[in-house]
């Protein structure tokens, strides 16, 4: 049973647009909700990252929304850069030092 | 901060033969570590969490035979594929929290693997 589905598998955007991932949790235990991003080769490096008790986080052009009661959270990407193109994994964790449940993973393209 | 690292980078071996992974927490101390597998436009796959002093905890389809865990220290973990076969050959990864109750988690660079 996946306890987080992200959505779209795969995305392209154009630079200068906006990109948004998507992802919906099952297990109301969890309480950390962060965004890796993946590039070929390499491991995932943390994003940016949401608890519950604040609806949206912002990092320079990076923003979690956070929908408690739908169990939902998203990934925006403001002004997308062809830098940006590489796999994004959202994940979902209960409580500290507890292992990370992870989406599929969306492939973005960003082309100029 | 909080920088992971793994060694090697990558390995070839040939089937039948062992090989040893490093994961190190170089800035921060981690009593547990996560090890991940992923194959090739997969996500992530936990394999096992490594806890300081005592046994690594191994999820369910995961031999713990045949992938050995060891976290000898606060800033070091290691993952022995024991008797490699070509179905082993994957990209391995590890994770640590840089501390007890720290819900964030940093990954390692990864280990290609690849088992002829």
């Known amino acids: 049973q996946q306890q987080v589905k992200q959505s779209p598998q795969s995305l392209i955007v154009q630079k200068g647009g906006i990109s948004i991932i998507n992802c919906a949790y099952e297990n109301t235990a969890f309480d950390y909700f962060p965004w890796y991003q993946q590039f070929p080769g390499k491991g995932p490096a943390l994003l940016i990252a949401?608890?519950?008790?604040?609806s949206e986080k912002k990092e320079g052009r990076f923003t979690i929304s956070f929908n408690k009661s739908a169990k939902q959270f998203s990934l925006h990407i403001m002004d997308s850069q062809p830098g940006d193109s590489a796999t994004y994994f959202c994940?979902?964790?209960?409580?500290?030092?507890?292992?990370?449940?992870f989406g599929k993973g969306t492939r973005l393209s960003v082309i100029a | 901060g909080a920088v992971v690292s793994q060694h090697p980078s990558w390995v070839i071996c040939k089937s039948g033969t062992s090989v040893k992974i490093e994961c190190r927490s170089l800035?921060?101390?981690?009593?547990?570590m996560f090890w991940y597998r992923q194959f090739p436009k997969q996500s992530l796959m936990l394999m096992a969490t490594s806890n300081e002093g005592s046994k690594a905890t191994y999820e369910q389809g995961v031999e713990k035979d045949k992938f050995l865990i060891n976290h000898a220290s606060l800033t070091l973990s290691t993952l022995t594929v024991t008797s490699a076969h070509p179905e082993d050959s994957s990209f391995y990864i590890c994770?640590?929290?840089?501390?007890?109750?720290?819900?964030?988690?940093?990954f390692g660079p990864g280990t290609r693997l690849t088992v002829t």
């Open positions: 994770s640590a929290s840089p501390g007890l109750s720290s819900y964030e988690q940093y």
């Open positions: 949401i608890r519950p008790d604040v």
């Open positions: 800035d921060f101390q981690a009593t547990t």
């Open positions: 994940a979902a964790s209960s409580e500290g030092n507890t292992p990370l449940v």
